[in-house]
């Protein structure tokens, strides 16, 4: 091998072994001897990854305006859509419609598996959304988006960067989509969101008070029962089939369905954004973070 091969692969297991060691597993998450694989880098800022039925994780690089798809069978990295409205947070249905929250326009984006993008929501009330921001599909096919506000450089030319709204909510639209309406009105900034397995509980992370709330979800998409989950903010979250919930920002944080840390994962980089359980068995936790999406290998598995 190479010298200078060598010494950056040995670089590479030392920071693999010293992560290992830092990985605190209390609830059992983590595969045995799994180690954090670097998927891809190279990007800017990756964000909102979503998996379709196949396995296949899809991943935006926001500041390039592209997702990325992530291939199950090949294992290999490639660009799904250019102009992607700089799309943040996804999330699919299981018709295998990727629903993007496109903040270019402020707008919720409905993509099909050729990359042929349509409008599904550009405001509320005739007034722009603050930036739609990350979103969960209910079982059912309703959804929930949040909405808060981070100016935008490239928003010059098309809005101000005041908010139009009054407040940073989260807003539901039904199944047949004849229903748009809000949510929450008492959240700080609300950010990361996902819902349980079975549909009938709802997590929201309000990032800037640095808390996660649960609710109760109704037949009819309103929330009620609020109530604190755990003294933690997110970027994005996810769950798994146990119900345990994966918090963002500090690598990756871990809570049982009751709210007690678990697990935290350490990823290195400043700032861990989003996370997803991808691959066919859905045991495969995919981590985007700044310039790079990494993977880990896990006892449990995501919701299919």
Not at 62 to 68: A, T
Not at 164 to 180: A, K, T, W
Not at 215 to 227: M, Q, V
Request: with cysteine.
């Amino acid at each position: 091998m190479n010298p200078l091969k060598y010494a950056a692969f040995v670089a590479a297991l030392v920071v693999s072994n010293s992560l290992l060691a830092q990985i605190e597993d209390r609830g059992g998450v983590v595969a045995r001897n799994a180690e954090l694989v670097k998927v891809q880098d190279g990007f800017t800022f990756t964000e909102g990854p979503a998996v379709n039925r196949m396995g296949d994780v899809f991943f935006t690089d926001q500041p390039n305006n592209k997702i990325y798809k992530w291939s199950a069978g090949s294992n290999t990295v490639t660009v799904f859509k250019e102009n992607a409205g700089r799309s943040n947070g996804m999330y699919f249905m299981l018709n295998n419609t990727l629903i993007t929250a496109a903040d270019e326009k402020n707008e919720l984006w409905e993509i099909d598996q050729d990359g042929n993008e349509k409008v599904l929501l550009a405001g509320f009330k005739g007034k722009k959304l603050n930036g739609p921001n990350d979103i969960w599909v209910r079982p059912q096919g309703g959804l929930y988006f949040t909405d808060p506000l981070y100016p935008r450089e490239y928003w010059e030319g098309i809005r101000e960067p005041e908010m139009e709204q009054d407040g940073q909510h989260v807003y539901y639209v039904s199944e047949d989509r004849s229903e748009f309406f809000r949510v929450t009105d008492d959240l700080v900034q609300p950010n990361g969101i996902v819902g349980s397995p079975d549909g009938k509980t709802l997590y929201v992370a309000d990032i800037r008070a640095n808390k996660t709330y649960k609710y109760d979800i109704r037949e009819d998409g309103y929330l009620t029962n609020k109530r604190l989950f755990c003294e933690k903010g997110s970027d994005g979250m996810t769950i798994d089939f146990k119900g345990n919930l994966y918090l963002t920002g500090d690598g990756v944080t871990v809570f049982n369905r009751n709210g007690e840390q678990i697990a935290h994962i350490p990823v290195p980089a400043k700032w861990t954004a989003n996370v997803v359980f991808g691959a066919l068995d859905r045991k495969t936790l995919f981590i985007t973070a700044m310039d790079a999406v990494y993977s880990l290998q896990m006892k449990t598995r995501g919701v299919w």
